[in-house]
């Protein structure tokens, strides 16, 4: 079948490597996509957005499929609106719809969603436009650091951590009085911080079953030692060793099956990845948030281990058969690291040409923003590639990715040296 794969990331290059490893697949379109998607078939020069342009592109290149990398338009509603359209109905879309995707759109839904359905996460608030004060009161019973999010989607900004009350009380003024996201900060949500250590555990569910994908751990802060701005994500890990046999069934049992439960109670039909940032709390599970999505660079990670037919494992999704479908996974480690533009997650520059790569032979590499100019590559973003190695070992796969990390050579480049550091010695 022919497959329309929506996104331009790291992960949507992950993605494509192991969908056209499939035999179901005859031809990948990538839209818009970067340097690595275009040499798993072909980029499509669309906006992920335009949904008008998707449906016209599924009818006249016979799309079978459609898989969402990106939460925008899921949060937007590209899976309704597809499968609501005469032309686009038979096409299988990978991904919810949009009351589904309000668990990412909507930290306030989330919240509610959870609190419905009994699944652990950190107590809160939720704060509108004119009960500013009610949030300062709020803010008084709680103690540092506090958390403040904004409820819709803020291309992963939205959240603010700070260790006074003086701070809290100013970034409420900013998200709610000064809308310093727009519509996005219309609410804000109050919450209790929690002290652990963070998974991202990964779903694939077709409404009624579900499975398990590997898990990972994602370095978010640009600095070395979790420092500095927080940033897309630096670097993953998979497996990750504290997310053990004991500590995953909580998960599974507490988190997971009431989260699948809990959407057929509420008539929501889902039908793609559910991505749950999960803080064990000294080895008790906790949801920091729902994603309607893959993570990356988490995607960059476990893809490479996962043995089984990608397509196969969509194709059960889309079509409610995921009861028969068998997970096959690698246990060797993957360790990703992420080399961003200099500059990153601030002002960084584009267009450096890129060198080095073909001499990489024992790691992955997954392009993110990165693109063909005159002949040449070039840095196009932030995250410019992500490397995976793996290796029976985490830190001989660290060990690898770094060295490589060397060798991909861009002006301005930087990267952290420090993925998988804290988890070499568990
Ligand atoms: P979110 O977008 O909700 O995932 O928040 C971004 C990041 O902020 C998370 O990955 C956590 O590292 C951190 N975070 C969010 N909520 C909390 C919380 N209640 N306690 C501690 N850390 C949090
Ligand atoms: N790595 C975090 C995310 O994809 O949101």
Same mark, same amino acid.
């Given at each position: 079948?022919?497959?329309?794969?929506?996104?331009?990331?790291?992960?949507?290059?992950?993605?494509?490597?192991?969908?056209?490893?499939?035999?179901?697949?005859?031809?990948?379109?990538?839209?818009?996509?970067?340097?690595?998607?275009?040499?798993?078939?072909?980029?499509?020069?669309?906006?992920?957005?335009?949904?008008?342009?998707?449906?016209?592109?599924?009818?006249?290149?016979?799309?079978?499929?459609?898989?969402?990398?990106?939460?925008?338009?899921?949060?937007?509603?590209?899976?309704?609106?597809?499968?609501?359209?005469?032309?686009?109905?038979?096409?299988?879309?990978?991904?919810?719809?949009?009351?589904?995707?309000?668990?990412?759109?909507?930290?306030?839904?989330?919240?509610?969603?959870?609190?419905?359905?009994?699944?652990?996460?950190?107590?809160?608030?939720?704060?509108?436009?004119?009960?500013?004060?009610?949030?300062?009161?709020?803010?008084?019973?709680?103690?540092?650091?506090?958390?403040?999010?904004?409820?819709?989607?803020?291309?992963?900004?939205?959240?603010?951590?700070?260790?006074?009350?003086?701070?809290?009380?100013?970034?409420?003024?900013?998200?709610?009085?000064?809308?310093?996201?727009?519509?996005?900060?219309?609410?804000?949500?109050?919450?209790?911080?929690?002290?652990?250590?963070?998974?991202?555990?990964?779903?694939?569910?077709?409404?009624?079953?579900?499975?398990?994908?590997?898990?990972?751990?994602?370095?978010?802060?640009?600095?070395?030692?979790?420092?500095?701005?927080?940033?897309?994500?630096?670097?993953?890990?998979? #497996?990750?060793?504290?997310?053990?046999?004991?500590?995953?069934?909580?998960?599974?049992?507490?988190?997971?099956? #009431?989260?699948?439960?809990?959407?057929?109670?509420?008539?929501?039909?889902?039908?793609?990845?559910?991505?749950?940032?999960?803080?064990?709390?000294?080895?008790?599970?906790?949801?920091?948030?729902?994603?309607?999505?893959?993570?990356?660079?988490?995607?960059?990670?476990?893809?490479?281990?996962?043995?089984?037919?990608?397509?196969?494992?969509?194709?059960?999704?889309?079509?409610?058969?995921?009861?028969?479908?068998?997970?096959?996974?690698?246990?060797?480690?993957?360790?990703?690291?992420?080399?961003?533009?200099?500059?990153? #997650?601030?002002?960084?520059?584009?267009?450096?040409?890129?060198?080095?790569?073909?001499?990489?032979?024992?790691?992955?590499?997954?392009?993110?923003?990165?693109?063909?100019?005159?002949?040449?590559?070039?840095?196009?973003?932030?995250?410019?590639?992500?490397?995976?190695?793996?290796?029976?070992?985490?830190?001989?796969?660290?060990?690898?990715?770094?060295?490589?990390?060397?060798?991909?050579?861009?002006?301005?480049?930087?990267?952290?040296?420090?993925?998988?550091?804290?988890?070499?010695?568990?």
């Amino acid at each position: 079948m022919n497959i329309l794969l929506l996104g331009s990331g790291g992960r949507e290059h992950a993605l494509a490597c192991k969908i056209t490893q499939s035999p179901l697949c005859t031809k990948l379109y990538t839209a818009p996509g970067n340097a690595g998607t275009q040499m798993c078939g072909e980029n499509v020069d669309m906006v992920i957005n335009d949904f008008l342009s998707i449906a016209a592109f599924i009818k006249s290149h016979q799309i079978k499929m459609v898989v969402v990398g990106p939460e925008e338009p899921l949060v937007k509603g590209i899976t309704d609106y597809l499968n609501e359209n005469i032309d686009t109905r038979e096409v299988l879309v990978i991904g919810p719809g949009r009351a589904g995707s309000q668990l990412e759109g909507s930290k306030e839904f989330a919240k509610g969603f959870m609190a419905r359905h009994n699944i652990p996460t950190a107590a809160y608030k939720s704060f509108e436009a004119g009960s500013f004060h009610e949030g300062v009161e709020f803010l008084k019973t709680l103690n540092a650091p506090y958390v403040l999010k904004a409820d819709g989607l803020a291309a992963g900004k939205g959240v603010y951590i700070v260790n006074t009350f003086d701070e809290a009380v100013e970034g409420l003024d900013h998200m709610l009085n000064k809308k310093a996201f727009g519509n996005a900060s219309n609410k804000v949500i109050i919450e209790e911080f929690m002290h652990g250590i963070e998974v991202s555990v990964f779903v694939a569910t077709d409404g009624k079953d579900w499975i398990l994908l590997p898990e990972a751990k994602d370095y978010k802060r640009i600095g070395e030692g979790d420092t500095g701005p927080n940033t897309g994500g630096m670097g993953a890990v998979s #497996p990750v060793p504290f997310a053990n046999e004991l500590f995953m069934e909580k998960v599974k049992t507490r988190i997971i099956q #009431p989260t699948i439960e809990g959407l057929n109670k509420e008539s929501i039909d889902y039908k793609g990845f559910i991505f749950i940032g999960i803080m064990s709390i000294e080895g008790e599970p906790f949801v920091v948030e729902y994603n309607a999505r893959l993570g990356d660079p988490e995607t960059e990670a476990i893809i490479p281990r996962i043995k089984s037919d990608l397509v196969e494992m969509l194709q059960a999704i889309a079509t409610g058969t995921l009861k028969n479908y068998t997970i096959e996974t690698d246990p060797n480690y993957a360790v990703t690291i992420v080399l961003v533009s200099g500059g990153y #997650p601030g002002k960084y520059v584009n267009g450096y040409e890129m060198t080095g790569i073909t001499h990489i032979e024992d790691s992955k590499l997954y392009y993110a923003g990165a693109c063909h100019s005159d002949n040449k590559l070039v840095t196009k973003g932030g995250r410019v590639i992500a490397i995976t190695s793996l290796d029976p070992s985490l830190s001989k796969a660290r060990e690898i990715s770094l060295k490589n990390a060397q060798i991909v050579s861009f002006q301005n480049k930087n990267y952290r040296k420090d993925i998988g550091l804290d988890l070499q010695n568990e």
